[in-house]
DNA sequence: GCTTGGAACTTAGTGTTGCTAAGTACCGGT
DNA sequence: ACCGGTACTTAGCAACACTAAGTTCCAAGC
């Protein structure tokens, strides 16, 4: 969908991550696949692996390496309580500015 | 509401203003009093201005200066066609992840 | 045995965006 | 003459998604 897409996620693909991880533990390549089932075709996987970093140095989610028949260990995340909360306060911001934006849609104006 | 706001806002923020520039020519100033009114309290002057000017540049706005009674004067924008085209474009690219956001929170998943 | 390809993760550098902070210009009222 | 509100500008910063290139591990192919 291009860089309106691109600058739309900002923000929205770390919530989008966790909404994913939650009541399922995932490893990074698996996410990638899992985002792209979900109709996010054109997310570069480096952006998911430096996602992946970063929310677990926010300590929002717990990590365990397994090992893969297929390649090198995998790096499997699990939500944790701060997780939780963190993914919640999402879920707020979101519908603070989803109902905004619904409003100025209807108005039309 | 913080940092998460100021994130997403990011690829939303300029389809706002876009689409509240719809059928109403408005100022800088202006803008930034509505987006308050409208709960977006916490964006900064500054922000709007700097968002207005790479308007401009994109071609997004025609511009019009008119003087105030009360201060400088004002640069009064208004949505032309190619505005108009990408506002078209943002609600596409909104509507695209606004499903996707609300079939993942009904998954509860 | 060696190579190819897919699975799985890493890293360095780039562009866009909103924010902070400070400033300038203009005017009316006290 | 000064202050506060109107109205806009500018320089520097932080966060995020992207690109591009790389590394590791293993199984199957010739």
Redesign the interface.
Known sequence: ?GK?????????L???VL??L???AAYGYEITTLLRE???TEIAEGTVYALLVRIEQKGLVDVEKRPSEKGPPRKVYTLNAQGKTELN??????S???E??EQ??KE??
């Open positions: 969908m309106q897409m691109t600058e739309m996620l900002k923000g929205t770390e919530g989008i909404a994913l939650t009541g399922k979900q109709g996010f306060e999402f879920w707020n911001t979101w603070f500015l989803s905004r934006l100025l849609r039309g104006n």
